[in-house]
């Protein structure tokens, strides 16, 4: 059954969709012009372009009395209203003037007298949808200027019903929000160093902390922690040498922290010095 009440927002919805649509396919072009060699087709692109709007609109409008977006909605035009003549008109105010302008930009860049003549109807059409938009919230008829100009009105296949709203999406962005609210306020508190510890400590079968009587030092001396040259040398009074950063920073993060190869915790902390 169809009938001539389709709400706003589904041609409004319409509208954007046919965008999207068009915008997913030109970047399926783009992704697969991309592994051919560079600049062979660039000179090309109004053309592909042409060719991929053209492909859209034929297998829709003209196939279907209806853009993709519409039957995505429901919405279609009646077939009587498209006549050859206002099919004809539908393509050149769709495609092919996007293909003139397109031309025009990509091929005329030289010639001031028409980037200028684009650039003012450019703004024209800018205003003429404006004023348009503004008649169409108050009429509910005709939301494109293309629709208004050709006299198209929509019509809805569902019959004269409104369009229901599920909330289950925005429950579940509640939900995710809510909880990653609760994860930005916790994890701040938790003291990591301490928790790894502990976790290597009950891993562990048995603890291998011993206490150095003489701890080595030479030029090809690593830092325990992270594993480079170590910088200004220091120990905790179990052999391994830190870097000065590594330990008191671990320290003062973990005040029961233990040195992460032997397990030794002390409080010493004590300045290597090279033998002489």
């Known amino acids: 059954m169809k ?17 999207e649509i068009v915008n997913i396919l030109r970047n399926q072009v783009h992704s697969v012009l991309r592994n051919l060699p560079p600049g062979l087709l660039s000179r090309f692109q109004p053309e592909i ?18 853009t993709f977006g519409q039957q995505m909605l429901s919405i279609t035009y009646e077939q009587d209203q498209l006549s050859a003549g206002k099919l ?13 302008k397109e031309l025009i930009q990509f091929r005329l860049t ?31 008829r005709k939301p494109s200027l293309v629709d208004y100009v050709l006299r ?12 229901t709203v599920g909330y289950s999406y925005m429950t579940r962005e509640l939900i995710w929000s809510g909880f990653m609210e609760l994860l930005g306020f916790t994890i701040p508190i938790v003291n990591y160093h301490a928790l790894k510890r502990r976790l290597r400590n009950m ?21 325990v922690y992270c594993n480079e040259r170590v910088t200004l040398p220091h120990h905790m009074g179990c052999g391994h040498v830190f870097c000065y950063y590594c330990l008191q920073g671990n320290r ?20 290597v010095v090279a033998a002489a």
């Open 49 to 66: 372009n042409l060719l991929t709007d053209s492909t859209l609109w034929g297998l829709s409008v003209r196939k279907s009395f209806a």
């Open 203 to 223: 891993l562990k079968l048995e603890n291998a902390a011993w206490k150095a009587d003489r701890i080595v030092l030479d030029t090809g001396s690593r830092c």
């Open 152 to 163: 198209l009105e929509h019509h809805s296949m569902d019959g004269a019903k409104r369009r």
């Open 252 to 271: 003062l993060a973990d005040s029961g922290f233990q040195c992460n190869v032997c397990d030794f915790r002390s409080e010493i902390f004590e300045r």
């Open 110 to 140: 030289g010639v001031t007298f028409l980037q200028r003549m684009i650039t003012i109807v450019e703004n024209c059409l800018t205003c003429l949808n404006f004023i348009n938009f503004f008649r169409f919230l108050r009429t509910g």
């Open 3 to 19: 009938t001539n009440f389709v709400p706003r927002v589904n041609q409004l919805d319409s509208i954007q969709l046919d965008i």
């Open 88 to 100: 004809k008109a539908h393509y050149a105010l769709t495609v092919a003037l996007g293909y003139l």
